[in-house]
C-alpha cells in the first residue's frame, strides 16, 4: 500500500460493528421471556446505547464521504491482476451480501421447518381448543389484504428499475435525472414500507375469532381464522406469528436502512456528486438494493401465499 496515501483511517466500520453487536446484545436481553415474560428491562439502555453507536458510526461515514469526488482504492497497490478489475468497496459489498444471504436462509429455512413439521389445520384433525396444534398461516390472516401485498412486490421490483436508471444517468453526466430517479426510489421504497407498517397494525389489532365463528370449518371473509387469533394475530401470539414478524420485520429493517441511504444518495446527487467519474457509490448501492427486492419475491410467495 502507498505509504502516501494508505488507508484512509476512519473508525466508522469498526465503530459501528462494535455499536451493532452492543444493540442486538441489548435487545436480546431486554426482551428475553422469563417467568413474566417481560425480560430485564435494564438492558434497554444497552439497547439505546449500541443504538447511539450506529448512528454516530453511521455520522461519522458520511462525513467522511460526501467531498469524495473519485473512485476509492486507486492508491492500493494489487498484487494479483483480478484486484485490478473490482474495487475494494465492491468486493466488500458482495462479502457483505453473502452474509446476508445467510441470514435470509437461516430466516426462512426456519420457516419451512416448522411448516413441515406443525400440520395444517383440518376439521378431522384435533387442534386443542385453541387450535396450538395445528399450523394456522399468516397467509390465512393477510388474505383479506393480499392486494397490499402485491403493491409492494410492485412498488420494489419498479425501485430496482429506477436504481438502474439512476446509475445510467449518473454515467451519462445527467445529475438532474439521477437526482430524480433515486427520488423515485425513495418514494417507492417508503410505499413498501408505509404499506407494510399498515398491515402489520391491521394484523395485530384485528379480531380473527368471535362468537359467530365454528371450529368446524375457517370462514375467512368473516375473520373466523383460529381461536389464538381471536385478540390479533402478533409476534407472541404464535409459532406462525413469530415467523412471519420476524422475517418481514428483518426485510423491512433492511429496507428502511436502504431508504436511510438513499437520503444521503439524493442529497449527494443534488449538488451534482455523481458523473461518469464518479458513481461507484450509486452501483454498490444498487447492489444491495437488488438483494433486498431478491429476498422480498421469497417472502412474498411464502407468507403470503403458502
Given amino acids: 500500500m502507498s505509504d502516501e496515501h494508505g488507508h484512509h483511517g476512519t473508525i466508522a466500520p469498526f465503530l459501528f460493528c462494535v455499536a451493532s453487536a452492543v444493540m442486538f446484545i441489548g435487545l436480546v436481553m431486554a426482551t428475553a421471556g422469563g417467568e413474566d415474560k417481560n425480560g430485564d428491562t435494564g438492558y434497554w439502555f444497552i439497547f439505546f446505547f449500541g443504538l447511539a453507536g450506529m448512528l454516530t458510526g453511521f455520522m461519522i461515514w458520511v462525513q467522511d464521504y460526501w467531498n469524495q469526488t473519485t473512485e476509492e482504492g486507486e492508491e492500493i497497490e494489487v498484487y494479483h491482476e483480478y484486484w485490478g478489475t473490482i474495487t475494494t468497496r465492491k468486493f466488500g459489498m458482495w462479502i457483505f451480501l453473502l452474509t446476508e444471504v445467510m441470514v435470509f436462509s437461516t430466516l426462512l429455512s426456519a420457516y419451512l421447518r416448522y411448516r413441515a413439521a ?113 385478540n390479533g394475530f402478533w409476534l407472541d401470539t404464535s409459532l406462525e406469528g413469530s415467523t412471519f414478524y420476524i422475517t418481514t420485520g428483518t426485510h423491512g429493517a433492511h429496507v428502511f436502512v436502504g431508504l436511510i441511504a438513499l437520503v444521503y444518495l439524493i442529497a449527494k446527487s443534488n449538488k451534482d456528486g ?25 417472502v412474498f410467495p411464502f407468507f403470503y401465499l403458502y
Fill in 118 to 230: 406443525v400440520p395444517d389445520y383440518d376439521p378431522g384433525i384435533d387442534c386443542g381448543v385453541d387450535f396450538e396444534l395445528c399450523w394456522v398461516p399468516a397467509a390465512d390472516v393477510i388474505r383479506s389484504h393480499l392486494v397490499f401485498g402485491v403493491i409492494n412486490t410492485f412498488a420494489l421490483l419498479l425501485s430496482s428499475l429506477t436504481v438502474v436508471l439512476a446509475l445510467y444517468a449518473a454515467k451519462n453526466n445527467n445529475p438532474k435525472a439521477t437526482t430524480r430517479y433515486l427520488t423515485a426510489t425513495l418514494i417507492l421504497g417508503t410505499i413498501f414500507l408505509v404499506l407494510k407498517l399498515w398491515e402489520w397494525g391491521e394484523m395485530k389489532d384485528g379480531h380473527f375469532w368471535g362468537e359467530k365463528c365454528s371450529i368446524a370449518a375457517q370462514d375467512i371473509a368473516h375473520h373466523c381464522i383460529a381461536p389464538k387469533y381471536e
Fill in 274 to 298: 455523481y458523473n461518469e467519474e464518479y458513481h461507484d457509490t450509486i452501483e454498490l448501492f444498487g447492489l444491495y438494493w437488488h438483494y433486498v427486492d431478491l429476498v422480498w419475491v421469497f
